[in-house]
């Protein structure tokens, strides 16, 4: 990506942050972000769903506002029924309308595979905006959903699980964390980094967090909530492959204690879809952020350890 430099910009991909941020006003930022992907799931309303949600996510991690969103569509036009497209279309415009956004628009290809996303635009202060790079020794992590959607998605893919099995991981990807979002706001301040955890999976986001800060963190892996059957299904052998990329990623950087299981060393690296928000938020705010969280019912509220001196981008795992 080219360098630029312009005071305008906030936030870019250099950070590898969540979402870009482009000043307009003193009191004003935009937070753009762009996500799309093939079908994870067989229902193509569903899919639609999950795509949107996990396109405002990078918003809500960033602390912003969802304002509008335009579809981004690759379609096998001479294979898939165009009824089928707009079951996807109608579950993105479902879940836009519920983060109180529109759909403006978009554009689509033919494409031998179907995919599905958004470009999504919100809006925030920029003295407000929550970003990768401030999380601090002492600080809290803590985790709004559970996660296991890798393995869940590929055991049905395998035949390992049925839809049945695979639904409450629907019901968590089509969850907006603007709960979560809103919980964050009312610790006052005390939140001083957060990401959304998908396709790198939670330790694979947790190390960019800590990379930007120049941290390291512990984590209780008895503490991360976990989807129903992941970890038998994970024991099965149903790894997806972006998650082996992950384990291989990071190698050198995540250090497990030897009474850590290995499936759930394996849902630590898991891809996710549409994940929760990866929060690091001061010790004596986080009771705080956790009854917020619960006000707002978001799938998971768990505390699972706490940013640490240390090299930079490295966790230990107990």
């Not at 898939?80 to 415009?93: F, H, K, T």
């Not at 301040?189 to 930007?212: E, I, R």
């Not at 099965?236 to 499936?263: C, H, M, W, Y």
């Amino acid at each position: 990506m080219p360098v630029i430099k312009d005071p305008r910009i906030l936030v870019d991909a250099s950070t590898r942050d969540d979402a870009a941020v482009y000043q307009l006003a003193p009191d004003r930022a935009i937070v753009a972000t762009v996500d799309f992907f093939t079908p994870i799931v067989d229902d193509a309303y569903d899919f639609g769903r999950i795509a949107a949600t996990n396109a405002f996510s990078d918003l809500y991690a960033m602390g912003a506002t969802p304002l509008f969103a335009l579809n981004l569509v690759g379609w096998p036009r001479d294979k898939l029924p165009y009824d089928l497209l707009g079951e996807v279309l109608r579950g993105g415009a479902d879940i836009a309308r519920e983060a109180g956004a529109f759909v403006l628009g978009g554009h689509s290809v033919d494409d031998p595979e179907p995919k599905y996303g958004m470009v999504a635009i919100g809006e925030a202060h920029p003295n407000r905006i929550v970003t990768l790079a401030r999380a601090r020794a002492g600080d809290v992590l803590v985790l709004t959903k559970p996660i296991g959607t890798g393995v869940l998605a590929t055991a049905l893919k395998r035949d390992l699980a049925t839809a049945a099995d695979l639904a409450p991981a629907v019901q968590s990807m089509t969850t907006l964390n603007a709960g979560g979002a809103r919980a964050m706001r009312a610790t006052g301040g005390g939140v001083h980094a957060a990401t959304d955890v998908t396709g790198f999976g939670l330790l694979g986001h947790l190390h960019n967090m800590l990379a930007a800060s120049g941290m390291s963190a512990e984590i209780d892996a008895a503490s991360v909530p976990l989807l129903a059957k992941a970890m038998e299904l994970a024991e099965q052998g149903a790894i997806p492959g972006g998650t082996k990329r992950n384990r291989d990623a990071l190698d050198s950087f995540v250090k497990f204690g030897a009474d850590v299981p290995e499936p759930l060393r394996v849902l630590l690296f898991d891809a996710q879809t549409s994940g929760g928000l990866l929060i690091a938020v001061e010790s004596d705010r986080v009771s705080t952020l956790v009854a917020a969280l619960e006000r707002e019912t978001t799938p998971a509220a768990a505390r699972i350890g706490r940013v640490v001196r240390g090299t930079a981008g490295t966790v230990t795992v107990s």
